[in-house]
Every structure is written in structure tokens, then in C-alpha cells.
């Protein structure tokens, strides 16, 4: 995602000339943001199919449809 984010702001910019500051600054900002929002993702949706198999009683649903 930081990849992909990352080229597009790149690229998603006026074409007027840029320093190198400016990109240096667009990277470091996505490299604060995807990694926490991947986290975040992460954390609930573990704790999303964490309730989800509680729930079940710890059956899996084997049966094939």
C-alpha cells in the first residue's frame, strides 16, 4: 500500500518543478500513515474473526457446498 500510495502522490502532483524536499516530505508522511493503518486493519480484524471463531465454538465449517 505504501508503494502504491506513495506513486500516486507522486505522480497526482502540479508539474511545476518539485525539490527534492517535496518528495522526501510525500514519502516520509506515507511512511508515518500506511504502516499505522495497516496495523489498525490488522488488529481488527484479528480480533474480528478471533469473536467470529469463539462464537462458533470452535467448530470450522467443514462441510463442502
Known amino acids: 500500500m505504501f508503494v ?3 506513486g500516486l502522490d ?3 502532483k502540479p508539474p511545476f518543478p518539485r525539490g527534492v524536499i517535496d ?4 514519502i516520509t508522511i506515507n ?3 500506511w504502516p ?3 496495523y489498525g486493519f490488522g488488529f481488527c480484524m484479528w480480533h474480528f474473526y478471533e469473536k467470529q ?3 462458533s465454538g ?3 465449517d467443514t462441510t463442502h457446498r
Open 58 to 60: 470452535g467448530q470450522q
Open 53 to 55: 471463531f469463539s462464537e
Open 31 to 33: 511512511l508515518l500513515i
Open 36 to 38: 499505522l493503518v495497516g
Open 4 to 6: 502504491v500510495m506513495t
Open 23 to 26: 518528495y522526501a516530505f510525500d
Open 10 to 12: 507522486l505522480l497526482r
